[in-house]
């Protein structure tokens, strides 16, 4: 059973899972897509249709219920609106199935406690998707730091925004499916605080702004106060130029991450700067979500521990949470409620 690959079913037919989570699991040495549900049939069929030479036996289900009572789907990818990934995390972990749900796992920390309960009942994984922490450079560079490498860290600065304006109905921009920038790029710079510092944020000052008529924050900026005098400073948004940007500050130096979240394929440079000396590591490219498929399925075979622990999920609700408490803003915008979806 070690060497079995995991059998997955995605859950959903967002981009992401369309563009990069079916193709990594393809190629993941120890993955088998064996399922795609969507609502609509033909949208499972049209997500499946491309790689259904490489995907022998894959099946287009109608209706999420329907993969979550096949019984040769073993794990589940979820890819639905934000405002859902409760419900059906919980669901998936009732049903037997291990969980990957995209970030953010829950639009409160409350409901994210009540699917680790969950899966923790049923003695499932879980997971929440940030693909970016099994990047060798991630890795590498959180190990620099807790190796004292810069000596005790002062600062974490993290930036993470692009452009959708000209997208009035992408999802990110719905009250009603959980949008807002800090929920989805902003999740990124706030988590790699998180991992920096291994523990929650004592206080924390921020601003929204919400442009007139818009059903969610457009973008964020917060100050995280650690406690001892560290600080995160993290920043996002729905607009302006893509950009993406690490620089962690210790007392003896700082490491800058020039493409921490979405480097794609391509190599990746992590510079370490002491002084006047700078030390420039080297990453060849990866695919970080086929890194991310292998590291669960091997956790799930051999029944060890995930990287990410999934209280690290509730963390990051919470920090979510204080941030818009902080800026004033009314979170969730809009309530909640339970999908009606088969």
Not at 37 to 49: G, P, Q, T
């Amino acid at each position: 059973m070690a060497h079995d690959p995991l059998r997955w079913g995605v859950l959903g037919t967002g981009k992401i899972g369309r563009n990069a989570m079916i193709p990594a699991m393809l190629a993941a040495d120890n993955a088998r897509l064996v399922a795609v549900a969507s609502r609509d049939l033909a949208r499972a069929e049209a997500a499946l249709a491309p790689v259904a030479d490489r995907a022998p036996g894959a099946r287009a289900l109608a209706g999420y219920a329907a993969l979550l009572a096949d019984p040769e789907v073993e794990a589940v990818y979820i890819t639905l609106p934000n405002s859902q990934h409760v419900e059906w995390s919980t669901r998936a972990a009732q049903a037997g199935k291990h969980v990957l749900c995209e970030k953010p796992l829950a639009l409160t920390a409350d409901d994210a406690r009540r699917v680790v309960d969950a899966c923790r009942t049923s003695n499932v994984l879980l997971l929440e998707g940030f693909m970016y922490r099994f990047h060798p450079q991630t890795a590498w560079t959180l190990e620099q730091v807790a190796a004292g490498r810069i000596g005790p860290v002062v600062t974490v600065r993290g930036s993470f925004a692009f452009d959708i304006r000209g997208r009035p109905h992408d999802i990110r921009l719905q009250g009603a499916l959980g949008g807002g920038s800090l929920l989805d790029v902003g999740s990124y710079p706030l988590t790699y605080c998180l991992a920096v510092f291994a523990e929650s944020p004592r206080a924390v000052a921020a601003r929204a702004q919400v442009p007139p008529g818009a059903e969610v924050e457009h973008a964020v900026a917060a100050a995280l106060d650690f406690g001892a005098g560290r600080l995160g400073v993290i920043d996002c948004g729905f607009r302006g130029p893509r950009h993406q940007r690490v620089e962690i500050v210790g007392e003896d130096g700082r490491i800058v991450v020039e493409a921490p979240f979405t480097p794609g394929t391509t190599d990746t440079v992590v510079r370490v700067v002491r002084g006047d000396e700078t030390l420039e590591k080297r990453f060849a490219g990866v695919d970080q979500y086929r890194l991310q498929l292998e590291h669960f399925g091997h956790a799930a075979r051999s029944r060890s521990p995930l990287a990410i622990p999934p209280e690290d999920a509730v963390a990051n609700a919470a920090a979510i949470e204080a941030i818009y408490r902080a800026a004033g803003y009314t979170w969730p915008p809009v309530a909640h409620a339970r999908s009606d979806h088969p």
